[in-house]
């Protein structure tokens, strides 16, 4: 299999340089470029006719066009790139922002090398990591009594979607409930019709209760 095309966006130097060391230490991995601000990557994607990367490492807190804006942007000029949010913030606000821009992944930048290589492997499947602090965070949302969003999922359909919102995958998921995969990717199909969305980050923007819809 062939390694995981990595670009990382980071404006502090000492930060971006231990990341590209991770990344470029990774056998399942491999550093394309790393930028010090958004306009760089989406100057470079745009040149290149919006061919992207698999997965963009991006800084939340970026000078000019900041991670959020950029990737709205980049969703636009190349969907087919997948962005891990990497920041020292783990409130509300930015959570949501963040997923609803498009970012399909969330982690705090205390994060150990080895779970920074399981997102960008987890992102590359399909999947949508979150540091444990992030995930709770999206399942307390998820559980106040005041949201506002009316579901009528089956109790085996609330279940997998407690498990969704906490980052399991699909397969853990199948084991936790004992069923098959293939039976949990059913439930999950039923689960994104009903609420109108496409993927993880648009179904945990929606349950936090700011999705447009």
């Known amino acids: ?80 790139c997948a962005v891990i949010m990497l920041t020292v913030f783990e409130d509300e606000e930015r959570i949501i922002a963040s997923l609803e821009a498009g970012a399909s992944g969330y982690l705090l930048k205390s994060s150990t090398s080895a779970d920074i290589v399981q997102a960008i492997e987890q992102i590359a499947r399909g999947e949508s990591p979150m540091s444990g602090t992030i995930a709770r965070k ?18 085996r359909e609330r279940e997998i979607l407690d498990l969704l919102i906490e980052g399991l995958r699909y397969k853990e998921i199948g084991a936790r409930l004992a069923i098959s995969i293939d039976t949990v990717r059913t439930h999950i199909r039923h689960i994104y019709d009903k609420l109108q969305v496409r993927s993880r980050g648009e179904l945990t923007a929606r349950l936090m209760g700011r999705s447009g819809r």
């Open 1 to 80: 299999m062939s390694p995981i095309d990595v670009v990382i966006v980071e404006d502090q130097p000492a930060i971006r340089t231990a990341l590209s060391g991770i990344v470029s230490t990774a056998e399942s991995l491999n550093l394309v470029a790393s930028f010090d601000c958004a306009e760089a990557l989406l100057e470079t994607v745009a040149a290149n006719g919006g061919q992207p990367p698999a997965v963009a490492l991006m800084d939340i807190g970026l000078p000019g066009i900041d991670g959020i804006q950029a990737t709205a942007r980049l969703r636009d000029i190349a969907p087919g």
């Open 138 to 155: 999206v399942v307390e949302s998820f559980h106040r009594p005041q949201r506002d969003i009316k579901i009528d999922l089956s109790p």
